[in-house]
């Protein structure tokens, strides 16, 4: 053993483990950059962005310690242990597959990837290097509630699932062209993800189970949008769409998503109706306005009427994912999300969208 890799902390020796940025945006900056700084024995070794100006920015106000003029000199340095993708999607496949095949370990930023086909390599460079803990950044939205949810479902609240509505409107607006265009409205950074739609159908996997069929309608409303050039851009990626598929284990679900349908519309409304009673998730206000935040409310085919259900605090959940992350690797725990196994899932369901939308016809999964 090399104790030169070991710091003894409390009656134990704790592996040094030094983490290099690809990409330092907004989530490295808010969650990852601190939360991994928070971890004992745990070094912001390194960052490469797209400039070195703006790599430096960032290794400042960060605390890291190296700025490099290039993402693969990162990766071969022999003291980083494991890289944070931080890119659009567009990378994230290219990324993950040079780092594990240099024997780092990878957290990538969530959308896994472009689309399945780069998905299913990314899990291949995992598979073949089984040492190596490969981890897709989870969504964060329910966090709090989502064992609680998961539970009450398995232990057969609602019955067996009949179905489910989900209606996802957050962050609409009016339709506004001179609304400057986002990598998520980008089929050239984004591939076949639309809107946040691998984030709601990650989230409803978790809760209800896969889908083994898709069919889907969707139309872009707002044609084209300013670029940071101040050009007009042709936008391919729907901001309106309907999605039905069915489950594996029986019932159907209908999501509706759009970033134009205005201001009044809910964020999020999510129904769940089952053979003996009803689990309603939706997005509220009314305890601190403009702070919305998720509310669960139930009713069993005994009940009267739905009624809040309180989560239990030893099933709340937060935000953990560097600490899963860096508690993986010294295996003290296993990636539970989201692992590059699930985070295929999800995008083999975008695929399937994607090819309903250009045939207009059920897409069964899996694809391949």
Not at 71 to 97: K, N
Not at 275 to 287: K, N
Request: glycine fraction near 8%; hydrophobic fraction near 40%; proline fraction near 4%.
């Amino acid at each position: 053993m090399n104790h030169d890799n070991f710091i003894l902390i409390g009656d134990f020796m704790t592996e040094k483990i030094n983490i290099g940025f690809i990409g330092a945006g907004a989530n490295t900056e808010l969650r990852h950059a601190p939360g991994f700084a928070s971890q004992k024995n745990v070094f912001l070794k390194g960052v490469a962005n797209r400039s070195i100006e703006s790599g430096e920015r960032a290794a400042n106000k960060l605390g890291i310690e190296k700025v490099y003029s290039n993402w693969w000199d990162l990766i071969d340095d022999e003291e980083i242990d494991a890289i944070c993708i931080g890119t659009w999607p567009y990378m994230h496949a290219r990324l993950s597959i040079a780092a594990l095949e240099n024997k780092k370990h990878v957290l990538c930023e969530a959308r896994m990837s472009m689309n399945s086909l780069e998905a299913y390599a990314m899990l291949d460079a995992s598979l073949n290097n089984p040492g190596l803990v490969a981890q897709v950044v989870p969504p964060p939205h329910t966090m709090k509630i989502e064992q609680h949810i998961i539970d009450l479902i398995t232990e057969g609240y609602i019955g067996d699932v009949i179905g489910v509505n989900a209606r996802i409107f957050q962050g609409s607006t009016f339709p506004n062209p001179d609304t400057p265009i986002h990598w998520r409205n980008r089929r050239d950074l984004s591939g076949n993800n639309i809107m946040t739609m691998g984030i709601w159908y990650e989230n409803l996997m978790r809760w209800v189970g896969n889908a083994s069929s898709v069919v889907s309608v969707g139309q872009t409303i707002v044609k084209n949008r300013l670029s940071i050039e101040k050009e007009r851009m042709e936008i391919q990626i729907p901001d309106y769409i309907d999605i039905i598929y069915k489950l594996y284990g029986g019932g159907v679900v209908n999501l509706s998503m759009s970033t134009v349908v205005g201001n009044f519309a809910p964020e999020l409304d999510i129904w769940i109706f089952g053979s003996s009673g009803t689990l309603r998730v939706y997005s509220s206000d009314f305890v601190n306005p403009g702070k919305p935040e998720l509310c669960v409310q139930g009713a069993t085919s005994s009940d009267k009427a739905m009624m809040k259900i309180e989560i239990p605090k030893n099933k709340q959940s937060f935000w953990r994912v560097e600490e899963e992350f860096i508690n993986s690797i010294r295996g003290l725990e296993t990636v539970k999300r989201t692992n590059f196994s699930d985070a295929v899932k999800y995008m083999e369901f975008t695929d399937a969208v994607s090819e309903s939308l250009q045939t207009g016809k059920s897409v069964s999964l899996p694809i391949l």
